[in-house]
């Protein structure tokens, strides 16, 4: 940690302008620099001191970064790797906050010189909201990141990596690219897709009535359509065979009501119960969740 001298935060929304603005909290002797392609957003991120210096000049901006993180969708990260190859240091990390991680460590391998390191990393933090506007310095706090490795990555980064998220407030997990694109098609992209499932279900009218639990169940709902297509479209054989699992679920229940089967469909709910039940128990314990 102590060899990192500057910090090259690219894309400056709501993941990159906190990453950045924490960084400034934690690391009071790292410059970091934030390079957005937005006029708009470069004016804002200036205007809000989201970081020490906002360039437009992609090269420019990680040729003397020690670590760079990607903070844009993840279908730019193929193009962003061939970009920004010839510019970067000897030794530099990088990384980035994408969703999904298989296709992110190929298209490193492929497009990154050799003398850098890339190690994926994924912050389990964010919101519905969108813009630089919406950064926080906190939103890492108690927050999980899960850092992704191959046999060839290199650990000295990675272990760079952890102290780096364990500094701007997460606990760590690693793994495999293909663990974690497996684990969070269940955790996260499918409830996502059930959730506009759920929406789109129903028509503007009956939606007015929807009560607490209803927005609770579709709030994901709310997330920006062309990040999460993004995201689906990276993870397509995981997320689809989730949605097949969510669908044997739902069939289970709606066989069960047909029987008129009682026990059976308080079974299948009292599982779901419980089951959350030790989620919520185990969240509270990692402080994840405040009883």
Known sequence: MKDLRQITVMGLGLLGGSISLAVLRSFTRIKVVGYTHRPLTRAKARRLAVATEVVDCLNS????????ILATPIVTFEKTFS????????GCIVTDVGSTKVLPHRWAAKKLPK???????????????RGVEFAR???????????????KTNRQAVQTLK??????????????????????????????????????????????????????????????ANIWADVLLTNV????????????????IKKAMKKENKREIEKLLAKARTKRAALIKYKIKKKELIS
């Open 61 to 68: 901006s990680v040729s003397e970064a020690d670590l760079v």
């Open 237 to 252: 054989n995981n997320t689809t065979r989730g949605i097949d699992k969510i669908i044997a679920e739902l069939e289970k």
């Open 163 to 224: 102290k780096f998220w364990s500094k701007l407030g997460c606990y760590v997990k690693l793994m495999t690219p293909t663990e974690h694109d497996r684990i969070f098609a269940n955790v996260s992209h499918v409830p996502h897709v059930t959730a506009a499932a759920l929406i789109n279900a129903s028509s503007s009218e009956e939606l007015k009535f929807a009560g607490k639990g209803f927005m609770d169940t579709s709030r994901i709902a709310s997330g920006p």
């Open 115 to 129: 003398r850098v390191h890339y190690v994926g990393s994924h912050p389990i933090a964010g919101s519905e909201q």
């Open 137 to 151: 310095d906190d939103l890492f706090d108690g927050a999980m990141c899960i850092l992704t490795a191959t046999k």
């Open 83 to 90: 970009e920004i190859a010839d510019a970067l240091p000897s």
